[in-house]
């Protein structure tokens, strides 16, 4: 069986649920000899019905807040679903195992278990780095939503902070009109686990906070999940033209077919109805992806398949948003790696924040935000 590699997540850290630092001894466990590789999981779409419908009658959660680069401005602040609550309803649910088949390898202290469990459950560094950054270009118009049809990507949601981020002004957007413009967004993750306990809970989180209420969002508590509730959920991206799928499983050529052949309505499996409704743009995000030289190639290549899969003609533009450290030491991954293998493969890329320069050094590990592109022909 795969040897995993930690961390250096502990029963401590439950509280935080932010991992920021490799462990020293994830040197060690790659040197040890790997008796068997587990096969990849083929890659499965989801509805947002079955991912609702794993989920328990209540669940707890805690706010996370991304900070604005204006002192005018409030921080954003993102529900999160707590890691202990999630971790209770897995050893309390024993059907959940239908979602992976093995279930509970994320809750174990083993942060990464490779091709069974990529690290999902816990909110990690460079995906507050990439929620931070989308916020901040949401509000100096950097970034702009509005007036157009667009699909959001991201690769190894986990927890999903960039989507919420971009779910969040959505919603908020719409309560002011409705709008004429349709939001498709896809979460993918390697576990149908995670995307059912984590990340989808963590979007319904964030878009029933969003809503106008008489009394403010607690920052923590318990949210009732009940029918009502979810139909409510439903009703409310319809309204907002907001469409939620899910995809698990491995990158590769089958994972971008089947993203392809999503329609901008969330129709699966329709290739006429997905290429005349291509988005005017795409947004492709993913954050700590690079750290494993053995899947390096097979991200690297899903990005550029999409980047190209979605950019037909000056109409229709793509971009993705790379969050990852410069080096993951010991365990081999790293920006100049995915750099060597994106120029190989006809990408490019330039660093659009760094926190070096933002943060003044000195904090660790140096992180960076990259955009990536394809390279134009001739």
Known sequence: MAQPFSFGFGSEDLDNNVETEVSA??????????????????????????MLSHLPSSITYTTHQIPS????????CLPRRDLFDIRAQVMAEEDLSSLDSNATAGLLSDDILSRVYEGGFKTWECSIDLAKYISNSLVTEQLVLRGTDTRIIELGAGTALPTATLLQYLASTALSSRPSTKTHITV?????????????????LTFISAQPTSDPWPTEGDLDISPALTS???????????????????????????LSNISIDGRGNDENAAAAQKPTLT??????TIYSPSSIRAFTQTVLALLGSNSAG???????????KRVYFGVGGGVDEFLAVLTEMGGYARCVWDSSEAEGGGHGVNRCILEVGLRPVG
């Open 25 to 50: 001894n994830a040197e060690n466990l790659l040197d040890q000899p790997v008796e068997q590789e587990s096969p990849l999981s083929e890659p499965r779409l989801h509805t947002l019905q079955e």
């Open 69 to 76: 680069n204006r002192p005018d401005l409030d921080a954003r």
């Open 188 to 204: 993918a993750d390697y576990n149908a686990q995670v995307l059912a306990l984590a990340t989808i809970p963590n979007l319904l």
């Open 232 to 258: 409510d959920f439903a009703t409310g991206l319809h309204d907002a033209g907001i469409q939620i799928s899910a995809v698990s499983g491995a990158w590769g050529s089958a994972f971008v077919s089947l």
């Open 283 to 288: 947004l492709i995000l993913a954050s700590e």
């Open 314 to 324: 000056p109409a229709h533009r793509a971009v993705a948003l790379v969050a990852a």
